[in-house]
């Protein structure tokens, strides 16, 4: 271990038991703390873990995650305005990254899923492409931008046949999976372009953030409700009619609820974006597992003319055996109740909600009664 962290998780360890016994002795609360456990500032040239007017100061993310006390409990990051160019992992509980300002604080990476890894373990494939990675419960992000850098739409004009394309593409920005639960991201952009974000576990809460991309740019298996939130389709970088998918969800069939948008705004990031050519989602199946029946369902949200009208599309699947698979979005859990907009359509192929079915579909119910912290 490195010895400032051990210093550190010293004084804490004890700072903590100090509190604790004078708690006993007055039976009274803790008293609230002020400000921040720690602050990343990437100007900082200092020693790791040094005081800067009275906070631990670091320069990476990661150093200041791994300060964090081992028993978890509870820890708050601030993080100055700037761009990190790092790949940080949570994995305690109760982390709370707060950006300065949701524009100019800058979380970014540019690997892609076929990118041979550091050391040249095998590449980093989906999940490891990662740009920030939540393992933890109870995580709490605020004010700030987590972008996977990679050139996505540059790949994409190469000849798919020629040594310039770059195989699996696949760059996540955020991948909350593991022990994540009660996840809460509140004022954040989210940007890359294929698979930009992966919620593969626990419940997540979004509000008024940001999320951009072109194909399956909201994907996995978890619990989300996305509140006021804008979901931009970005281009493509061929010459074509179709763009891509905004959701591929993979909800366990025991899962009642899995993304679900409450009066979102479904745009799309210019008019190189064509009319028509964006589906709402279609079915994952990883392994083409016939127990991942995806669900995403959209509330009274508004869509620009990007939108397909039939809504939905099929997807492929190749099993363990090798078999490829089509599953359809008939085979789905995928609604709508109340979109308006230049995309709205109601039709055979986008089913709707009655008003009985939406009332089933409250947040409360979605997110299992977990009722989000959002200060």
């Excluded at 360890?13 to 921040?36: H, I, Q, V």
């Excluded at 740009?131 to 190469?158: C, P, R």
């Excluded at 083409?288 to 869509?303: F, I």
Aim: charged share 20%; net charge neutral.
């Amino acid at each position: 271990m490195n010895q400032n962290r051990r210093h550190f998780l010293a004084q804490t360890t004890f700072s903590l038991a100090a509190m604790a016994l004078g708690a006993c002795a007055s039976n009274s609360p803790s008293p609230k703390k002020d400000g921040p456990d720690a602050v990343v500032d990437g100007e900082f040239n200092g020693k790791p873990g040094s005081t800067v007017d009275g906070h631990l100061t670091f320069k990476t993310i990661q150093e200041a995650l791994d300060a964090a006390p081992a028993f978890g409990g509870g820890w708050e990051i601030l993080i100055r305005r700037g761009r990190y160019h790092e790949k940080p992992t949570v994995v305690g509980n109760g982390v709370r990254l707060i950006g300065e300002d949701r524009a100019a604080t800058i979380i970014s990476y540019d690997a892609w899923a076929g990118q041979p890894r550091p050391g040249g373990a095998g590449s980093w494939r989906t999940p490891g492409s990662a740009t920030l990675t939540v393992s933890g419960a109870d995580f709490f992000a605020e004010n700030l931008t987590i972008e996977n850098a990679f050139d996505w739409i540059a790949n994409d004009k190469q000849d798919r046949n020629g040594p310039a394309y770059l195989r699996d593409p696949q760059a996540v920005a955020l991948y909350i999976n593991g022990r994540a639960d009660r996840t809460v991201l509140r004022n954040v952009s989210i940007a890359a372009c294929q698979d930009t974000l992966f919620h593969d576990a626990g419940r997540a809460y979004f509000d008024h953030c940001s999320v951009s991309g072109n194909v399956d740019f909201i994907f996995g298996s978890g619990q989300a409700w996305f509140e006021a939130c804008e979901i931009i389709t970005r281009p493509v970088g061929r010459v074509t009619s179709k763009v891509g998918y905004i959701t591929a969800a993979s909800t366990f069939v025991g899962k009642k609820y899995g993304l679900v948008f409450h009066q979102c705004r479904l745009t799309r990031e210019s008019a190189t974006v064509p009319a028509n050519s964006t589906a709402l989602g279609r079915p994952w199946h990883p392994s083409g597992d016939p127990q991942a029946v995806g669900a995403a369902v959209y509330l009274e949200c508004w869509m620009d003319e990007h939108i397909e009208a039939d809504g939905w599309e099929s997807m492929s699947s190749t099993t363990k055996s090798g078999q490829r698979v089509t599953f359809t979005p008939e085979d789905s859990r995928f609604f709508e109740y109340k979109s308006s907009g230049p995309g709205a359509s109601v039709n055979a192929r986008r089913r709707q909600l009655t008003d009985a079915q939406f009332a089933e579909h409250s947040r409360d119910k979605v997110l299992d009664g977990w009722t989000p912290r959002l200060s």
